[in-house]
């Protein structure tokens, strides 16, 4: 793919993934990441470039509802996940690249199955069961920036009311993001390719921010996100065949 026309895909890529998260409050690397993994980028500049968006759209999240985060869960949630950043690392540095976009496209097409049927789940009231949601969400968020389902699912099953559930998301977020785009740091992911992008998208996540904040007023959430989440599952199912035909 030629580079300009690799750039130009690369950035509608991650606008529109960043308007999926400034509407709902996550959801920029379900979008992103699979979509990026199709291009001539590849999975290891993709990953912390999307995960550098994350964090900065964590940030300007936080900064307006930093008073109602919970604390007690999100911290629990952080300490699960810091050991399971270098097991997502070693999946993301190692030959497993194909194996990589086949778990990326399961967890999608799962999560977003999950999204739109709304099974009836157990209810949690223990704090101890952030441990093994934030673990989980430590491998895949390092790995593939995709530590959004299991803290949703785990928000869900803790019956996190609607103004908690988006600010406490963004309290594990914002942390939780820096401490992987650290991990990948030191893993040598940060390259002149990666601060490119980075840079290139600075002005766009503001546009998103700004453009979601409108849309999160103005759009039924029912009829948007269950949009979202069909388009999500056809995007993993096409991640998935790429992947296998290649």
Known sequence: MDVTVTTIAVLAILFASSLVRAVFGFGNALVAMPLLAMTSLGMQAATPIVAL??????????????RIIDLRSTWRLLAATVPGIPLGLLLLKGPYDAAGKVILALVIIGFSL????????????????????????????????????????????????????????????????????????LGGLWTPTVGWYFALSLPIILVSILLGNTLNRVIPQGHFDRLVHIILILIGALLLIHTVTA
């Open 53 to 66: 968006i994350a964090t900065v759209m964590s940030l300007v999240i936080i900064v307006k509802d930093w």
């Open 114 to 185: 999950y999204s739109l049927f709304r099974p009836r789940l157990i209810t949690l009231k223990r704090e101890w069961a952030a441990y093994p949601f934030g673990f989980v969400a430590g491998i895949l968020g390092s790995a593939y920036n995709s530590n959004g389902p299991p803290i949703v699912i785990y928000g869900t099953v803790r019956k996190w009311s609607p103004d908690h559930f988006r600010a406490n998301l963004q309290g594990y977020f914002f942390p939780a993001n820096i401490i992987i785009i650290a991990g990948h740091g």
